[in-house]
């Protein structure tokens, strides 16, 4: 006979090792793109590459605007008790792996073809693997773990690019191509190690039906509020990322050499960066999400409004350097806030289809206005731009004013009574071997 006073397992609380999990998976993503988006476009140009070839290398990056297309099939195939977004997820981590070891066996400049094919594969595996753990998060977390969850997000895309694109980028002269690539898959390897011990509770979900998880895009707008939340999505961040577009480039030109930059934004940024994020993520758990949007959107503005000081000629050198700081300590809040609040937005039936398509509208205006301020600044100037970066800024903080917070009933995410079925009858224990 049951006991009574026995206490129930609490679906809000994440084993630790899942937590490891979840910032591995989001930190080996980015590695290899991370690398190849730095290191191949300096090794080609170095080898005398045209620049049209080169700009081949940064095409990889628009895989991920797309990755929306795939991502019902990520919600549809299932794997039974293997798990469903688990299989996924050893899936795409073991042939991240193996495109990283095999590119170590081809010449970056001399076979470009067959290296620039592996590492279409990588864009495309590890936006795929991006789809999966969303996907999971979004089932797995209660509403108040998805603050912290998506501040290791943010954090954990930093690291990767960060050890990625700097720390291995740093030590390439000394290790070369073949070493480095194997470095990489090594280290993508311990997600893979991680997954063979999790175990995913066996959720219970209506079967759909590709056609219908389609149609589902269209009706996810169609939600109360979802034209409004729309223009929260696409436009809440433009402004970090208009400025973001234009700051390396405003660096070289006030005369900064390539280790400055590589110190003081690749690295100094980053850790700036992940350690926002995660203190993000910790004090928004509780918080209304309205009020953190707010809140966030004017940290935004602080952080444009940092770096448009210098670029007016308001601060000197060491100005310019605390200017920096400012921005990568202020803009990771706004970031994390908006991905904790994409997951809100999403159903039980379809999390991985429903995230997936707000994170390819973000990341597309993102891709975008990065380009866009590279074009006006050369036109107008880099203060024009650091201009619009704030009314953009200023605009969105008028959108987290006016948004209302979507009710758990009409979103059919209440994760906190639906993850206490038999899904998560043992939460506390269950999800780890």
């Known amino acids: 006979m049951p006991n009574p006073m026995a206490k129930k397992p609490d679906p809000s609380r994440i084993p630790v090792p899942t937590w490891l999990l979840l910032g591995s998976l989001y930190t080996t993503q980015y590695l290899g793109l991370g690398f190849l988006v730095v290191a191949l476009v300096a090794i080609l140009r170095d080898e005398g590459a045209p620049l049209d070839?080169?700009?081949?290398?940064?095409?990889?990056?628009?895989?991920?605007?797309?990755?929306?297309?795939?991502a019902p099939l990520i919600d549809r195939v299932r794997f039974g008790r293997l798990g469903h977004y688990r299989v996924w997820l050893l899936l795409m981590q073991g042939a991240l792996v193996a495109v990283l070891?095999?590119?170590?066996?081809?010449?970056?400049?001399?076979?470009?073809?067959?290296v620039y094919a592996l590492a279409l594969l990588l864009a495309l595996f590890s936006a795929t693997q991006d789809i999966a753990v969303d996907g999971m998060a979004c089932r797995l977390l209660s509403s108040e773990a998805r603050?912290?969850?998506?501040?290791?997000?943010?954090?954990?895309?930093?690291l990767g690019n960060m050890l990625g694109g700097g720390v291995v980028l740093m030590a390439y002269p000394t290790l070369g191509w073949q070493i480095a690539l194997f470095i990489l898959a090594g280290c993508t390897m311990i997600s893979f190690v991680q997954l063979l011990l999790f175990r995913?509770?066996?959720?219970?979900?209506?079967?759909?039906?590709?056609?219908?998880?389609?149609?589902?895009?269209?009706?996810?707008?169609?939600?109360?509020?979802?034209?409004y939340w729309l223009f929260v999505v696409a436009l809440y961040c433009l402004g970090a990322s208009l400025t973001y577009g234009v700051l390396v480039p405003f660096l070289v030109d006030r005369g900064w050499d390539m280790e400055r930059i590589g110190l003081e934004v690749n690295i100094l940024g980053s850790?700036?960066?992940i350690a926002s994020a995660l203190l993000t993520g910790s004090i928004i758990?509780?918080?209304?999400?309205g009020k953190a949007l707010i809140g966030g959107a004017i940290v935004q503005f602080v952080a444009i409004a940092a770096i448009a000081l210098p670029v007016v000629g308001f601060l000197g050198d060491v100005g310019l350097t605390v200017a920096c700081c400012f921005y990568f300590l202020f803009y990771p809040p706004a970031a994390t806030i908006l991905a904790t609040t994409m997951m809100?937005?999403?159903s039980f039936e379809r999390p991985a289809t429903d995230y997936t398509f707000q994170s390819s509208l973000n990341i597309l205006f993102a891709i975008a206005?990065?380009?866009?301020?590279?074009?006006?600044?050369d036109l107008k100037g880099y203060p024009t731009v650091l201009m619009v970066a704030l009314s953009f800024a200023g605009f969105a903080i008028v959108l987290a004013f006016r948004y209302r917070p979507i009710s758990l009933h009409d979103s059919k995410i209440g994760l906190l009574q639906k993850t206490e079925i038999k899904t998560h009858a043992d939460s506390n224990s269950g999800l780890t071997r």
């Open 101 to 114: 070891f095999a590119m170590g066996f081809f010449h970056p400049a001399r076979q470009f073809e067959a």
């Open 271 to 273: 850790l700036l960066a």
């Open 285 to 289: 758990r509780r918080m209304d999400r």
């Open 200 to 227: 995913e509770p066996v959720w219970e979900v209506a079967p759909t039906s590709e056609a219908r998880l389609l149609r589902s895009i269209a009706r996810f707008w169609k939600r109360p509020g979802g034209p």
């Open 344 to 346: 809100d937005h999403t």
């Open 147 to 158: 603050g912290p969850a998506n501040g290791l997000q943010i954090a954990g895309g930093l």
């Open 369 to 377: 206005s990065m380009s866009a301020a590279a074009a006006l600044a």
């Open 53 to 70: 070839q080169v700009g081949l290398v940064f095409l990889l990056g628009m895989v991920w605007p797309l990755k929306f297309l795939w």
